[in-house]
């Protein structure tokens, strides 16, 4: 087992930044991509970014490409999501989630562990 706990969530002006962290503990050896997903009040959850867990290889979106970086601190078991140029669009609630497999970096249902989510919300 893997337990996830998100932090960082907040409101923030259009045009702002924040920083997400995720908190990994338990079976972290077992982890193959740390990944971050957000959800829109009624719309799917959807892939933001992903790292590979022991080589640092990361994948984003299209949509946050060039805005987000995604790092992560093996010492403290800990990913964080940075996000620049923040979007009206951007608001959702963010999830951190863990894969033990590398298949398919950005599907939901490929991901083993899920935080419980932190609320990130852009104001105009």
């Known amino acids: 087992q893997v337990q996830l706990v998100e932090s960082g969530g907040g409101l923030v002006q259009a045009g702002g930044s924040l920083r997400l962290s995720c908190a990994a503990s338990?079976?972290?050896?077992?982890?193959?991509?740390m990944g971050w997903f957000r959800q829109a009040p009624g719309k799917e959850r959807e892939f933001v970014a992903a790292?590979?867990?022991?080589?640092?290889?990361?994948y984003y979106a299209d949509s946050v490409k060039g805005r987000s970086t995604i790092s992560r601190d093996n010492a403290k078991n800990t990913v964080y999501l940075q996000m620049n140029s923040l979007k009206l669009e951007d608001t959702a609630v963010y999830y951190c989630?863990?894969?033990?497999?590398?298949?398919?970096?950005?599907?939901?249902?490929?991901?083993?562990?899920w935080g419980q989510g932190t609320q990130v919300t852009v104001s105009s």
């Open positions: 790292i590979v867990w022991s080589g640092g290889s990361t």
């Open positions: 989630a863990a894969a033990t497999r590398g298949y398919r970096v950005a599907v939901v249902t490929d991901y083993d562990y």
């Open positions: 338990g079976r972290t050896f077992s982890t193959y991509y």
